[in-house]
Nanobody
Framework: QVQLVESGGDSVQAGGSLRLSCAVS????????MGWFRQAPGKEREGVAG???????GYVDSVKGRFTISQDNAKNTVYLQMNVLLPEDTAMYYC??????????????????WGMGTLVTISS
């Protein structure tokens, strides 16, 4: 059984930083697509940052240069370092994993497993 548990969400002021964590069990973060998604009220869930199977990374344009996704294979955990946070980054953030041999970690339809989310609120 695959489980993903997010943590690290908080309320911070614009310009601040947060690091989200996603502890994974039942599936290795190494060699599988891992992604961070977010969903703001009234909006669709969007892919924010992802790790491809080969270890390369991808980001949505709005977070490039500010967010960094990484993984710790020993802890089987994926992180999302978020810097220079903006009010428009306010959303529920979800960790997701794919067990497919080919996947786009920024594509919602490619992900097979989801966490329950952690809330990030940025005030101006």
């Amino acid at each position: 059984q695959v489980q993903l548990v997010e943590s690290g969400g908080d309320s911070v002021q614009a310009g601040g930083s947060l690091r989200l964590s996603c502890a994974v069990s039942g599936l290795s973060v190494s060699g599988n697509c891992m992604g961070w998604f977010r969903q703001a009220p009234g909006k669709e869930r969007e892919g924010v940052a992802g790790l491809y199977i080969d270890g390369s990374t991808g980001y949505v344009d709005s977070v490039k240069g500010r967010f960094t996704i990484s993984q710790d294979n020993a802890k089987n955990t994926v992180y999302l370092q978020m810097n220079v946070l903006l009010p428009e980054d306010t959303a529920m953030y979800y960790c997701a994993a794919s067990g497919r041999w080919r996947c786009n970690p920024l594509a919602r339809g490619h992900m097979d497993y989801w966490g329950m989310g952690t809330l990030v609120t940025i005030s101006s």
